[in-house]
């Protein structure tokens, strides 16, 4: 009885100190997960319908594979506002719905920066070389590298025909909110006075370049409908990109001005029943034929910065890779990589993508990145937050729009 009872005893203390090694052991694991909370940018058509869950569940899954020790939330719906400097200040902040990295529109690079929200150079082993140099240009300010280029977006015409539609629509395209006109305006600017004149037009008065705001009347008046209303104009294609999308799938002939990635949406929604016959850069102003492009980019938020510095670069670096940016493009979040069904035309920023075996023979593609490889320029990084309400309300009312008032 007694070997019995000590038996025992050893048995559970043996038990006992198996439990607790466990149990320090999670304890010690758990110390070394970390969180990183990203918000990547959400301004791109919704392909599957679902709000981007397919989209955020994917960085999310694809980037936690690669990096064990890191928990990574990933945010960015309909909801996010990246245009408000009072919000981006909540985004970049200190408290626990603070994010580590935003995916940015450098367009308001400048004032994160004097906001004192931004950490320099947060991946220093990154090449700038492998970047569109005018993406560079974007995510630089003063002398320092604030972000890294994921997406450069801009504005094409493209003229397309659907082999179901009927009738001939001469131009479908948004011609308001709050940055899309001061952004019009600017590209004429540039246009007429070279473009090295960007921020002189930024701080320009329009009523004293009645020629540039002529250029954006004349484009716009071509989408006049027969019953004398204008689409274009009135804020019905701001308030549904699709609504755009659908009336170029209704139509035998076209043009459309848009984003690339809209652009993918129409091709997407067609299943294949509209062709983009050719493409150009939207006559604007007077003179040269510059394309004006807004530079998305991760920055990194500098109260959290130092302490989850390696995680940050981790998924900076993640985020940019050739790999993930190709998956991106052609919807790996919704189909299989070797799946030609689904492509968003998104443009990324590093100029290798376009060298891709399979970017190369989208013929859509190669004839985007030759006008953005010859023709494209930086939008302002700075400023123009403090000056588009004064643009856009100018411009209006010198286009004589019905509808006087503009929002984001």
């Known amino acids: ?36 909370r990203v918000l990547i940018f959400p301004y791109i058509p919704d392909l599957n319908k679902d709000g981007l869950a397919s989209l955020r569940d994917y960085i999310k899954r694809e980037f936690e594979l ?14 996010t506002n990246l245009y408000d400097l009072d919000k981006m200040q909540k985004y970049l902040g200190t408290d626990s719905n ?28 990154i090449d700038v070389k492998s970047f569109f140099p005018f993406a560079v240009n974007a995510v630089t300010y003063e002398g320092n590298i604030y972000g890294i280029p994921t997406l450069v977006c801009a504005n094409f015409l ?15 395209g948004n011609f308001r909110g ?11 600017y540039v246009n007429t006075h070279g473009e090295l004149s960007m921020y002189e037009g930024v701080n320009s ?71 983009v016959e050719s493409i150009a850069i939207p006559p604007l102003g007077e003179k040269e034929m510059i394309l004006q492009l807004y530079t998305d980019a ?10 989850k510095k390696d995680a940050i670069e981790k998924f900076m670096e993640f985020y940019t890779s050739d790999e993930f940016r190709l998956s991106y493009a052609f919807c790996g979040d919704m189909v299989p990589i070797d799946d030609t069904s689904c492509t968003r035309y998104v443009l990324p920023a590093k100029t290798n993508f376009y060298q891709n075996s399979r970017v190369k023979e989208n013929i859509l593609y190669q004839q985007l990145y030759g006008i953005v490889q010859a023709s494209g320029i ?13 643009l856009g309300n100018t411009l209006i009312a010198m286009l004589n729009y019905e509808d006087q008032k503009d929002e984001l």
Not at 4 to 11: E, G, K, Q
Not at 180 to 188: R, V
Request: charged content about 20%; hydrophobic content about 35%; proline content about 4%.
């Open 1 to 36: 009885l007694f070997l019995y009872c000590y038996t025992a005893a050893i048995s559970a203390h043996m038990l006992v100190s198996v439990v607790l090694l466990l149990l320090a052991s999670a304890t010690a694991i758990s110390a070394h997960i970390q969180t990183l």
């Open 66 to 79: 690669k990096n064990k020790g890191i928990t990574l939330v990933v945010d960015g719906d309909s909801n």
């Open 98 to 125: 603070a994010y580590d990295v935003v995916e940015a529109d450098a367009v308001i690079l400048g004032e994160l920066v004097t906001a004192n929200l931004l950490e320099p150079n947060p991946v220093p082993s």
């Open 158 to 172: 493209a003229e397309m025909t659907s082999k179901t539609g009927s009738g001939k629509l001469d131009l479908i």
């Open 178 to 188: 709050s940055w899309t006109l001061p952004g019009y305006y600017l590209s004429a």
């Open 205 to 275: 008065d329009p009523n004293d370049h009645q020629e540039e705001v002529n250029s954006i009347k004349q484009l716009s008046n071509r989408c006049l409908r027969t019953d004398g209303s204008n689409p274009c104009t009135s804020g019905k294609y701001k308030k549904d990109a699709t609504e755009m999308a659908n009336d170029a799938i209704k139509s035998k002939e076209s043009s459309f001005l848009g984003y690339s990635e809209v652009i993918g949406e129409v091709l997407h929604l067609s299943k294949s029943d509209v062709v």
């Open 298 to 307: 991760l920055v990194a938020n500098k109260n959290t910065y130092q302490t």
């Open 378 to 390: 930086s939008a302002p990084n700075s400023q123009l937050y403090g000056k588009k309400e004064y």
